[in-house]
Nanobody, 127 residues
Framework: QVQLVESGGGLVQAGGSLRLSCAAS????????MGWFRQAPGKEREFVAA????????YYGDSVKGRFTISRDNAKNTVYLQMNSLKPEDTAVYYC????????????????????WGQGTQVTVSS
């Protein structure tokens, strides 16, 4: 079992930055690929970013590529999402998730690949 707790959300003006954190407890954090997803009101959950358990593979959704950066600190059992140049359309509840994928360099692009989810943190970007 893995417990995930997100933090760092809030209200920010367009063009600003936020850094989300996701602290993991339970089984070995380094055994899991990690991902971030988001869901805006009335919309489906959207893939944002993912990182392999090895830490050397990353992947980003087209809408955030070049603006968001995922990273992980296995010593702190934490994954981060640095969000720059925020836009009003980035407003959503952001979720982190953990996936027990077979290969160390694999990343999960689909929510169905993830085994554990956090409760989410709200990010609101004002125009």
């Amino acid at each position: 079992q893995v417990q995930l707790v997100e933090s760092g959300g809030g209200l920010v003006q367009a063009g600003g930055s936020l850094r989300l954190s996701c602290a993991a407890s339970g089984r070995t954090f380094s055994s899991y690929a990690m991902g971030w997803f988001r869901q805006a009101p009335g919309k489906e959950r959207e893939f944002v970013a993912a990182m392999s358990r090895s830490g050397d593979s990353t992947y980003y959704g087209d809408s955030v590529k070049g603006r968001f950066t995922i990273s992980r600190d296995n010593a702190k059992n934490t994954v981060y999402l640095q969000m720059n140049s925020l836009k009003p359309e980035d407003t959503a509840v952001y979720y982190c998730a953990a996936a027990a994928l077979l290969y160390p360099k694999s990343v999960g692009l689909d929510s169905g690949e993830y085994d554990y989810w956090g409760q989410g943190t709200q990010v609101t970007v004002s125009s």
